[in-house]
């Protein structure tokens, strides 16, 4: 691997690794206002997270038609 190609792999996996700290972060806090939102509302928040899982099933579909085109 030439060295400007391993400078910019460095680089990229630098910033991946931030992005993870702050995704880390920030699903801590999601997972927070998730279990504020069951004490407030179960119901109503079961029904919201029904739909995420069907949309996030469509996404999967969706990517998986991606990735076969090649």
Do not use: C, Y
Not at 11 to 24: A, D, F, P, Q, W
Not at 34 to 57: G, Q
Request: proline letters at 0%; aromatic letters at 2%.
């Amino acid at each position: 691997m030439k060295k400007r190609n391993k400078n910019k792999l460095a680089k990229g996996l630098k910033l991946i690794n931030e992005i993870e700290k702050v995704r880390s972060k920030n699903n801590k806090n999601w997972m927070d206002l998730l279990k504020l939102s069951l004490s407030l509302d179960f119901k109503k928040t079961a029904n919201i997270l029904n739909r995420i899982v069907k949309d996030d099933k469509t996404v999967s579909r969706i990517a998986s038609k991606i990735k076969n085109l090649k």
